[in-house]
């Protein structure tokens, strides 16, 4: 399969509370892109982090990568109902030129 | 950040015809993609369109069945041949900035085969 692997699958938590997706990918990037999607409209870029970056910040939104494990996650913190999503990562690579997005994370935040 | 249409937005289609999607950016850019998303499931990349070269298309899909034209550097078409409910997704089309090496997307086509 061309898709990476994202965990959990889905995730419900209240609001107020921290979610953490994680993403899985196979070969060598150039960078890892967070996008969200709420119910089947556009995609929303959130954040890019390059492959010899480690951590991320932007707002509520924590990115790491570990190259060595070929991982990422985004953790967003104090949650809210507006936050419920899906979330997709996708990588990045110069050589082939082509981005490869992973299976998804449908966030769901309780008011 | 590059600005993105696509036309039509959602249609509804009967099996056995044909379904050409357009693509304009508001900037000239190298590379587009086209993005299959079928109803629940993530994005999968049918094709990369260069402008004035054939397009590359991933496993699975064939020009035949997906032809894409490129004619200069801030259009693209997607055509879904030949309908068959199994084509009922959102087809998307996003571009490549080299500046920041970001990609944006545009708003997709959901497309309805009965």
């Known amino acids: 399969s061309q898709q990476g692997e994202e965990d959990p699958q889905a995730l419900s938590i209240q609001e107020g509370e921290n979610a953490t997706m994680n993403c899985s990918y196979k070969t060598s990037i150039n960078n890892l892109q967070w996008y969200r999607q709420n119910s089947g409209r556009g995609l929303v870029h959130l954040i890019l982090i390059r492959s010899n970056e480690r951590e991320k910040h932007s707002g509520r939104l924590r990115v790491t990568l570990d190259t060595s494990k070929k991982s990422s996650s985004l953790l967003i913190t104090a949650s809210r109902a507006a936050d419920t999503a899906s979330y997709f990562c996708?990588?990045?690579?110069?050589?082939?030129?082509?981005?490869?997005f992973g299976t998804g994370t449908r966030l769901k935040v309780l008011a | 950040s590059a600005v993105i249409s696509q036309k039509p937005s959602r249609d509804i289609c009967q099996r056995g015809t044909s379904l050409t999607i357009q693509c304009q950016v508001d900037s000239q850019v190298t590379m587009m993609f086209w993005y299959r998303q079928q109803p629940g499931q993530s994005l999968t990349l049918i094709a990369t369109a260069n402008q004035g070269s054939e397009a590359t298309y991933e496993s699975g899909f064939v020009i035949d069945k997906f032809p894409i034209s490129r004619p200069n550097l801030t259009f693209s078409t997607l055509t879904v041949s030949n309908m068959s409910p199994e084509d009922s997704s959102i087809y998307l089309c996003s571009v490549h900035s080299d500046r920041v090496n970001e990609q944006y997307f545009g708003p997709g086509t959901r497309l309805t085969v009965t």
């Open positions: 996708a990588t990045f690579t110069s050589g082939t030129y082509k981005y490869i």
